[in-house]
């Protein structure tokens, strides 16, 4: 029983080990394809659209719905 035990325990090891390799591994790459796009964009720069937006007065709107629902309640009312 020993030594299934102890089998366990090195496989848990060994593959605990190489997912805390692949991971470490993975971090170092791509803190160096952040450079590397970095790099890239600097030198490709992407054209920048300006989007226009239309800014519409949404207070005005609610006010007035506000008004409207008042009004209806106090007509419904009397």
Partial sequence: MNEQ??????LLGTGMGFVLCFLV???FVMG???LVVSYLNKIFPEAVEEVKSTAKK???NVDEAIALAIAAVKARRS
Avoid at 5 to 10: E, I, K
């Fill in 5 to 10: 035990l102890a089998n366990g325990l090195v």
């Fill in 25 to 27: 591994i993975m971090i």
């Fill in 58 to 60: 949404v207070s005005a």
């Fill in 32 to 34: 160096i394809m952040t």
